[in-house]
């Protein structure tokens, strides 16, 4: 069974409309298995590339240019007797509060009354992590802004996503040690959110950073800098070739 990471977007919020909103969709045998955020145009760019609406969206944290797609999908799903209650939505417990009040706790979400903004959505609380058909998927936090507000994602000898986040050498050294591919949040400058291509080259051995693909950058002025150093560096709709992921310790490895 073929795996890959789609960067659905690659672009920090102020580039989301050229680069696309920083997301991603984990594939496996082609098809999709987990969206990873769902901005506006992350969203656009998932309608596209599949032809559906996803089934599945783990939340990193909830800047926009991360959940806004949520609106959206909560409208087609709530009207479509189908899908309504059947779209997981994994939910680090530390963001949930910020997720309920940035989109669930509007007055009045339909029109019509008599709906909850959860009734489109099956939720998931996690904490370590949580099971999605069949695999073990790691949840660890990561530093963007407030503690316990944004999480990164593993999924163990296959895949990290960092999301959006400061250098985290000491979680990376637990979460990235089987050589997975790190999709890493850089840019050419790095601010007290982000982290930057001289943070990382200060932070990180060589070894991690020959396994990092950066995405949620400014421009493709700064991704061409950054090729131009020797790093890989993520392109809207470029799918990523992933080992198969590895079963957690006491679980057997899943035919799918």
Do not use: K
């Not at 496996?28 to 656009?44: I, K, S």
């Not at 909560?74 to 939505?89: D, I, K, S």
């Amino acid at each position: 069974m073929n795996w890959s990471l789609r960067f659905l977007g690659v672009g920090n919020s102020q580039a989301a409309v050229t680069l696309g909103s920083a997301a991603a969709t984990i594939e496996r045998g082609g098809q999709p298995l987990l969206m990873v955020d769902c901005g506006q145009e992350a969203l656009t760019a998932y309608e596209a590339q599949y032809g559906a609406l996803p089934d599945a969206v783990f939340v990193t944290h909830v800047h926009m240019d991360h959940v806004a797609g949520l609106e959206r999908l909560f409208f087609a799903t709530y009207f479509n007797p189908a899908r309504r209650g059947r779209v997981r939505l994994y939910v680090p417990v530390g963001v949930l509060p910020h997720l309920q009040s940035r989109l669930a706790d509007y007055p009045g979400v339909v029109a019509e009354g008599d709906a909850n903004w959860w009734d489109a959505f099956q939720l998931v609380p996690v904490t370590r992590g949580f099971w999605h058909q069949g695999h073990w998927f790691d949840v660890f936090p990561v530093r963007h802004h407030l503690p316990d507000t944004a999480f990164g994602l593993r999924l163990a000898g296959s895949l990290v996503w960092t999301g959006d986040t400061r250098p985290i050498p000491e979680m990376l050294a637990l979460h990235a040690g089987a050589g997975e591919v790190v999709a890493h949040d850089c840019a050419l400058q790095g601010n007290p959110s982000h982290s930057g291509l001289d943070d990382l080259e200060r932070e990180y051995p060589r070894e991690l950073l020959s396994r990092c693909v950066f995405y949620h950058y400014a421009s493709l002025a700064d991704a061409e800098a950054m090729r131009a150093r020797g790093y890989a560096v993520a392109r809207p709709g470029e799918a990523l070739a992933l080992r198969a992921p590895s079963p957690p310790p006491g679980h057997p490895v899943t035919s799918a």
